[in-house]
């Protein structure tokens, strides 16, 4: 198996890229669990067909988006774990630039202003989140040009802000979503669930099963506010110590739903021991 270059300076990533064509990019804050590397299997099989492509994998826990200082400092880090599993997934190029790298001291604070369908959810209960998600990844798609870049659809709302400031920006660049990646028992993969002791863990998957419930009784034409407040009920059954969201959605524009139609999505977010989790389900 070919090693991964690992770089660490823009300068570097540009030196490695060369002429290499397409650039397959999958941005991330590191740690790698399965649904890290689902993305970079997908990248890496896109590009089988492209004998000068190359797969880069960006890790950078970035700071502009953390609103909560501890929880940037409780975020798990593990560069040479996470080397080696990128390379068996398919990376060919590692960027793990510093915060300094991405920020310099004398960098001016210019920053991306999010779409419309940053407002709510996370926009509203993560002040300041998505303009450090939106600025950070347009940072990283001027230091790749990707083609394509990958993104998980657990992280939907995320997915739509980047997708909003793809069309209005006219950034050249092709996304493409991935499903989520759960646990056995349907907990969605995340960084943050190793942070969870045993119990948490085992009773943090109702928020995946509240979110189904909510889906169901949409999709059935029920009354899914009455549903989403049965939901909240249960996670706080279930030992979750706050709830900020159990919502019908619009799943492009991210307005609540007030009536079961097509491209709805059940999301929330809710914490546990501390821990705050998001997930996502469609209404089918
Ligand atoms: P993060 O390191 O949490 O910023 O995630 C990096 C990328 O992986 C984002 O596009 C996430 O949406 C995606 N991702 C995180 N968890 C999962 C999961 N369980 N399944 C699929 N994609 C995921």
């Not at 991964?4 to 941005?27: C, K, M, Q, W």
């Not at 798990?76 to 190029?93: N, T």
């Not at 706080?236 to 159990?246: C, L, M, N, P, T």
């Amino acid at each position: 198996m070919p090693a991964v270059e690992i770089v660490r300076t823009i300068d570097e990533v540009r030196d490695a890229i060369g002429g290499a064509s397409p650039v397959f990019l999958v941005p991330t804050m590191g740690y790698f669990h399965e649904g890290h590397l689902s993305l970079i299997r997908t990248a890496a099989e896109d590009k089988v067909s492209e004998p000068e492509g190359l797969v880069a994998v960006s890790l950078f826990v970035n700071p502009t988006q953390f609103n909560d200082p501890k929880d940037l400092e409780a975020y798990p880090r593990d560069e040479e774990r996470d080397a080696a599993l990128a390379r068996e997934a398919g990376c060919d190029l590692l960027f793990l630039p510093t915060a300094r790298e991405m920020y310099p001291p004398d960098e001016g604070g210019t920053r991306v202003m999010p779409p419309r369908v940053a407002r709510k959810w996370e926009g509203e209960h993560r002040p300041g989140h998505f303009v450090g998600v939106a600025t950070v990844v347009l940072k990283l798609f001027h230091i790749f040009f990707p083609d394509v870049a990958y993104f998980g659809e657990k992280d939907w709302q995320q997915c739509r802000v980047i997708a909003e400031m793809v069309r209005d920006l006219n950034l050249p660049v092709w996304l493409k979503l991935c499903p989520t990646v759960r646990e056995p028992d349907g907990l969605a993969m995340s960084s943050r669930n190793t942070r969870l002791s045993k119990e948490a863990r085992a009773r943090a998957v109702e928020l995946y099963r509240a979110l189904l419930a909510v889906a169901d009784a949409a999709a059935r034409g029920e009354d899914f506010q009455k549903e989403c407040e049965r939901a909240k009920e249960r996670l706080f059954a279930a030992g979750f110590e706050s709830v900020d969201y159990i919502a019908v959605v619009d799943g492009e524009t991210l307005e609540p739903a007030s009536a079961p139609g097509p491209g709805l999505r059940a999301i929330g977010a809710a914490t546990i021991e501390g821990v705050r989790l998001i997930d996502n389900v469609s209404v089918d």
